[in-house]
């Protein structure tokens, strides 16, 4: 019996897919950058510059330093150490130069007080000046004639006081009383003391020159001391005796 072959099987029935066309992905659209929600415009920026250089600015004008008008200023008086018969002198000292004996300085806006020739010649008073808006704060001079040099300085300390009775009181109610010897640049010799208490504050300095001990003082109540101390301590330091300056 014959077999009848089919002629497909003869050959390989493999068929081939047909190829498809490569893909072209889809295009995508470029993406730009989204600003952050809080990020500022340039305008805003803008702006916000130019505020904070004009607040810089102001607060360099506001913070200026101090001006002159702060600074102290003093004027220069000249004493005469004239005795009490010979004392006729009331305010102004611009004809006393060619006669001074002593200088200090005087902070400007101080009053000059008159002193009378019972006073002067009572105590010694020479001269004296005070801050009007507080009278307690003030300097002044006193001299004793007859004496040709420093006696050891507890003593004239003491001998001060003796006709002096502010100065009592404040140096028996010191806290402490400290005392040195300073000389000039002319070799001149000066007693400095500083007495400091609880309500008030004293500087005084003493020399001997023209046969006479001259003795200057600075005394203010510790409020006015505390806030004016620099000024008290240059009027302290200013006193001098003609002809050691």
């Known amino acids: 019996m014959a077999t009848v072959f089919s002629p497909s099987a003869l050959f390989s029935s493999t068929t081939t897919a047909p190829t498809k066309p490569p893909q072209t992905p889809p295009s995508t659209k470029p993406h730009l950058p989204i600003p952050p929600s809080n990020s500022k415009s340039p305008l805003t920026t803008t702006l916000t510059t130019t505020l904070t250089a004009t607040v810089l600015a102001t607060t360099i004008l506001t913070s200026s330093p101090p001006s002159l008008a702060d600074t102290p200023t003093y004027q220069l008086y000249y004493g005469t150490a004239a005795s009490a018969a010979n004392y006729g002198g009331y305010g102004g000292n611009s004809s006393k130069k060619d006669s001074a004996e002593y200088i200090y300085e005087v902070p400007d806006g101080w009053k000059e007080r008159l002193v009378s020739k019972v006073e002067k010649g009572t105590n010694g008073t020479d001269s004296e000046f005070y ?5 307690s704060e003030k300097e002044y001079l ?8 420093l006696a050891p300085k507890d003593a004239v300390l003491n001998n001060l006081a003796l006709s002096d009775v502010y100065l009592q009181d404040l140096i028996a109610s ?20 500083e007495i400091d208490g609880v309500g008030a504050h004293g500087l005084i300095s003493v020399t001997c020159a023209n046969n006479k ?20 301590r240059h009027v302290h330091e200013s006193f001098k005796t003609v002809g050691s300056f």
């Open 174 to 193: 010191a806290d402490s009383v400290t005392s040195e010897e300073r000389k000039d640049e002319n070799g001149q010799v000066y007693y400095v003391y």
């Open 142 to 149: 006193t001299f004793l004639a007859g004496f040709r040099q």
């Open 213 to 232: 001990l001259y003795a200057h003082f600075v005394n203010a109540p510790t409020p006015e001391w505390n806030k004016d101390k620099d000024m008290l």
């Open 131 to 135: 801050n009007p808006k507080k009278k």
